[in-house]
């Protein structure tokens, strides 16, 4: 059965300090990878997606970066983090998006 | 631009009674819709889904009703339980046809409350 892990499960950061926030997927092959955010009081706001590896699309101009170095790892990264990365991120898989995705437990992330 | 619209933040029910969630939508290309539940510090989890062919689908307490004409949806639940809530996130998809178009659209949530 396909799996997916998704770490740390929180996380406290200073302003300024980098980011990587990790997840992977098990039981499949060639997933459909996205990484999202919930921001407090607002929605899913989809951040990157990826079709395949070194194959990302950002769909939020922002402060960070994504990464697919192998098939099942999707990478969420950040230089130097604001305020304003604060928020509940969330990493989800698909094979076949139209039909819907699996999402990991989530990350939140607190920079103080 | 909103293609997906919840347009109630929240929603509070007493315990045995019906929660209906309601979702609307601007894209006639959307042909596949889900609902989402999700509990505070966890991911989403599906709860059901309808295709655009149909025009309602039941999965026990759950149903979702499709008007495609009045490009709405909801959610019932009945009879609602306290376990019910959470936020219900209402997401729509268009056949892919390159890039993201196959990806799900969201809405912004409504959080349901059973009091018991």
């Known amino acids: 059965s396909q799996t997916i892990h998704q770490w740390p499960a929180t996380l406290v950061q200073p302003v300024g300090s980098p980011l990587s926030l990790e997840c992977t997927v098990e039981?499949?092959?060639?997933?459909?990878l996205y990484w999202y955010r919930q921001a407090a009081g607002r929605g899913l706001q989809l951040l990157f997606y990826s079709i395949g590896i070194d194959q990302i699309s950002s769909e939020v101009p922002q402060n960070l970066s994504a990464s697919r170095p192998q098939d099942r790892q999707f990478i969420l990264s950040s230089k130097k983090l604001l305020l304003s990365d604060s928020g509940f991120y969330l990493c989800a898989w698909s094979v076949s998006p139209h039909y819907g995705y699996t999402f990991g437990s989530g990350t939140r992330l607190t920079v103080v | 631009d909103q293609q997906v619209k919840q347009n109630s933040p929240s929603l509070s029910v007493q315990e045995g009674r019906i929660s209906i969630l309601n979702c609307d939508y601007t894209?006639?290309?959307?042909?596949?819709f889900l609902w989402y539940k999700k509990y505070p510090a966890e991911g989403p989890t599906f709860l059901i889904s309808?295709?655009?062919?149909?025009d309602k689908n039941e999965d026990g307490r759950f149903t979702v009703f499709l008007n495609k004409s009045a490009k709405h949806l909801s959610l019932h639940i009945v009879p609602s339980q306290p376990g019910d809530s959470a936020v219900y996130f209402c997401?729509?998809?268009?056949?892919?046809?390159?890039?993201?178009?196959?990806?799900?659209?969201f809405g912004k949530g409504t959080k349901l409350s059973v009091k018991p």
């Open positions: 894209n006639s290309m959307f042909d596949y």
């Open positions: 039981g499949t092959s060639n997933p459909n």
């Open positions: 997401a729509a998809s268009a056949k892919n046809t390159g890039g993201s178009q196959g990806n799900l659209i």
């Open positions: 309808i295709s655009s062919i149909k």
